[in-house]
């Protein structure tokens, strides 16, 4: 019989094979509490207005060893927080997001690439307002392996991209808010058991 410990060290050892066993396909759902797609645009020409959205869900499917994946990636629109309730309560409108008639955002990958081992970027489909545009998230940060926290195998990816709000028909006060619009998430994704 094992204790509680010895269960413990025997499930992050098998864990470890796992990974490094290479193993094909494998399936992530996205950490929602570490997940945060944040944006930010230029103000008057001379700030920077940011903002991010608290409400994100998703899939990821890695396969490390060939060196392909798919990410579906679900953010609540209603959710946008920007630390401003009245600039929040705007930006839900119709001029903006609209999100009594399109209440989600959504990316879903088309390709991973990869430099050797590393994930550098993830060319994709943006749907915003009902259009979908192609957009290529250039990754900055990625790394999996077994959480200490949690025991369990996640990845954590930090990516980036740029797009023009006009090209998905958002064009409410262009120029004095600016029409690009840099965009940055955050995802933490823990495999499916």
Not at 66 to 94: C, E, F, M, P, Y
Not at 125 to 153: E, W
């Amino acid at each position: 019989m094992f204790t509680t410990r010895q269960r413990t060290f025997l499930a992050f050892i098998l864990a470890a094979q796992t990974a490094n066993a290479g193993a094909d396909e494998q399936t992530f759902t996205i950490d929602r509490t570490n997940t945060l797609p944040s944006f930010e645009v230029g103000h008057l020409g001379f700030s920077t207005q940011r903002g991010h959205f608290n409400e994100t869900s998703g899939k990821v499917v890695m396969d490390e060893q060939n060196k392909r994946g798919k990410v579906d990636i679900t953010i609540d629109a209603n959710s946008i927080d920007t630390g401003i309730r009245q600039l929040d309560d705007v930006l839900r409108k119709l001029d903006f997001l609209n999100v009594a008639q399109h209440p989600e955002l959504n990316f879903r990958s088309s390709q991973f690439r990869f430099n050797g081992d590393k994930l550098v970027a993830v060319d994709g489909t943006f749907t915003m307002l009902g259009v979908s545009r192609p957009v290529s998230l250039n990754v900055t940060h990625y790394q999996c392996g077994i959480d200490a926290a949690s025991a369990k195998y996640v990845c954590d990816v930090d990516a980036e991209a740029s797009f023009r709000r006009s090209d998905y028909g958002m064009t409410r006060f262009i120029p004095v808010v600016s029409d690009e619009v840099k965009l940055r998430i955050k995802v933490k994704a823990a495999r499916d058991l």
